[in-house]
């Protein structure tokens, strides 16, 4: 079956960085574009960044924008988020997801089949 394993998360003061993983199984990786999510306690699961399947389109929500990086190596079924210049509206919970396709990278939680467990992303002022 398919699995995402998301690593890397962690306490940092602010204006740190992390890089978080995600590595996959069960799937043909270079079929799927990739997307990261976080949720902050009381809140949505909101959209991160994603990149295509094949790392040449990325997309990345204003807040993260400049900050944060998302990558994809194929020949590793792995994707990375390089976190940035982190704040502590950072904080939260991070989430990779697995989109099954060969379009655009996609925002929409709906759009993904398959979901990691989750890292711990946490931001000291």
């Known amino acids: 079956q398919v699995q995402l394993v998301e690593s890397g998360g962690g306490l940092v003061q602010a204006g740190g960085s992390l890089r978080l993983s995600c590595a996959a199984s069960?799937?043909?990786?270079?079929?799927?574009?990739m997307g990261w999510f976080r949720q902050a306690p009381g809140k949505e699961r909101e959209f991160v960044a994603a990149?295509?399947?094949?790392?040449?389109?990325?997309d990345y929500a204003d807040s993260v924008k400049g900050r944060f990086t998302i990558s994809r190596d194929n020949a590793k079924d792995t994707a990375y988020l390089q976190m940035n210049s982190l704040k502590p509206e950072d904080t939260a919970v991070y989430y990779c997801?697995?989109?099954?396709?060969?379009?655009?990278?996609?925002?929409?939680?709906?759009?993904?089949?398959?979901w990691g467990q989750g890292t711990q992303v946490t931001v000291s002022s």
């Open positions: 069960g799937l043909t990786f270079s079929n799927y574009g």
């Open positions: 990149i295509r399947w094949s790392g040449t389109v990325t």
């Open positions: 997801a697995a989109n099954y396709g060969f379009g655009p990278p996609a925002r929409a939680r709906s759009s993904y089949d398959n």
